[in-house]
């Protein structure tokens, strides 16, 4: 089964050699890696080229409206049955992530999606585990999203449903999510893979400020979608989480 990875970048020449040597290191024969370039400056390029030998890798570079935008380019690209998302500073948990995602799949071809689990590191230490395993579309109402890294979803939804919307700062992966999930019901299973290494950090995850901006955007999701959710627990839902967590 051939899966396509995407992973977006914009002055990324501090981590993205790591990323891209993770996925060219994969032991499954049937994936292709598309690299979206916003149009860099720093020699994220030199590096992208580096490694355009390989038959396994396409990559464009040119300006875009951001990370979303971006994010549909790849899309589009993409000729794989399933996609998934590697993050320019993140890495594969393992050379064999794509092959135990590929055999999941084909044991379960009806499936639209896979959710998974994902490690966050710092300086190289594994500092927390983020796992999917309880998720439900219903915790979305709550603000619970599955790790983003670990779904992998079929082309053929992206073509039904639509693409990332334009005009999210943070959030546009939620909506997606809230879209497919919840509003269209598409069929997932957990798979109990760990699929990425994550670098702590990240647009999603900056602050305070960067906390209001996605609660807003969760509510625009949830609103966009026409969907009934709880304001107070997603206002509240780091608090939510750390009781998951413990």
């Known amino acids: 089964m051939k899966i396509s990875i995407i992973t977006v970048c914009y002055n990324s020449a501090k981590t993205l050699e ?8 994969q032991t499954h024969p ?15 390029l030199d590096i992208i080229k580096k490694y355009s030998h390989s038959k396994n890798l396409k990559w464009i570079s040119e300006p875009d409206q951001g990370l979303y935008d971006a994010m549909n380019k790849g899309i589009k690209l993409c000729s794989g049955e399933y996609i998934g998302i590697l993050n320019s500073d993140d890495l594969f948990y393992s050379d064999n992530t794509l092959q135990e995602v590929n055999s999941f799949l084909e044991q379960h ?29 219903e915790k979305l109402k709550i603000g619970f999203m599955p790790p983003h890294p670990s779904i992998f979803i079929k082309k053929s939804i992206f073509e039904k449903y639509g693409l990332y919307t334009l005009g999210y700062k943070i959030a ?6 809230i879209r497919f999930f919840l509003k269209n019901k598409i069929s ?8 990425t290494s994550m670098l702590v950090g990240g647009a999603s995850s900056s602050g305070l400020t960067s906390y209001k901006t996605i609660t807003k955007e969760i509510e625009k999701a949830f609103a966009q979608n026409k969907i009934k959710y709880s304001p107070i627990k997603v206002k509240y839902r780091a608090l939510w989480k750390f009781f998951d967590f413990i």
């Open 18 to 25: 790591n990323t891209i040597q993770s996925v060219l290191a």
């Open 188 to 195: 997932f299973l957990y798979s109990g893979i760990t699929t």
């Open 172 to 177: 546009a992966d939620y909506e997606m999510i």
């Open 30 to 44: 049937a994936f292709e890696y598309i690299i979206v370039d916003g149009n860099s400056t720093d020699g994220t």
């Open 109 to 137: 071809p009806q499936q639209d999606a896979i959710t998974g689990n994902i490690v966050q590191h710092r300086d190289g230490k594994i500092i927390r585990e983020y796992s999917s395993k309880k998720w439900t579309p």
